[in-house]
């Protein structure tokens, strides 16, 4: 069965980075595109972007195209969300999501950003 | 860029009542997606192209719509379908997401 497990919470202080993992099985990697989303505290869905999984190519949503950055390492099955120069607005769970329709999903990292 | 609007944005409903939430769009869509999420987990697949029921998904809910107007429909309310549901288009980049019906029990 297809399964995506993300890497567990994270509690960092303004202006510092991280890395979040999404570790993918049950299918072939490269099957699918892997697709990227925000849930801030008591607030909505929001779309981040998506990575191509064969070529590695992302493509960003508008409010995620600075300090944000999705990458693979494919021969372990792995997709990345790397978030820079945190801010206290980061403060979010993030999820990766595979297939056309979304229909696996991680359950979800938890990143809170603090002073 | 779509946007999604979602009505209500809240409602309550009643076991055995039937429930039926709306997701228009600005502009014209192919098809609508609609996700349940519980509490804080990860949403889950409902209805893919609009109307098909994803797999393990009980057949009390439906959903149909074209163009611009979309419905998901739960025939006969239970206590497990309290939650918040989303509908999001993959029509379109950026793709998008409406902003969520939270639907509890009375």
């Known amino acids: 069965q297809i399964q995506l497990v993300q890497s567990g919470p994270e509690l960092k202080k303004p202006g510092e980075s991280l890395k979040i993992s999404c570790k993918a099985s049950g299918y072939t990697f490269t099957d699918y595109a892997m697709q990227w989303v925000k849930q801030a505290p008591g607030k909505g869905l929001q779309y981040m972007g998506w990575?191509?999984?064969?070529?590695?190519?992302?493509t960003y949503a508008d409010d995620f195209k600075e300090r944000f950055v999705f990458s693979l390492e494919t021969s372990a099955s792995t997709a990345y969300l790397q978030i820079n120069n945190l801010k206290n607005e980061d403060t979010a769970t993030y999820f990766c999501?595979?297939?056309?329709?979304?229909?696996?999903w991680g359950q979800g990292t938890l990143v809170t950003v603090s002073s | 860029e779509i946007v999604l609007t979602q009505s209500p944005t809240t409602m309550a409903a009643s076991p055995g009542e039937k429930v039926t939430l709306t997701c228009l769009a600005s502009s014209s869509v192919n098809y609508m997606y609609w996700y349940q999420q519980k509490s804080s987990a990860s949403p889950k697949l409902l209805i893919y192209y609009t109307s098909s029921l994803a797999s393990g998904v009980p057949d009390r809910f439906s959903g149909s719509g074209s163009g611009t107007s979309y419905s998901l429909t739960i025939s006969s309310m239970e206590a497990e379908d309290a939650a918040i549901y989303y509908c999001l288009q993959l029509t379109s980049t950026p793709l998008t997401f409406g902003s969520g019906t939270k639907l509890e029990i009375k």
């Open positions: 990575i191509n999984t064969q070529t590695g190519k992302p």
């Open positions: 999501a595979t297939h056309p329709a979304f229909a696996y």
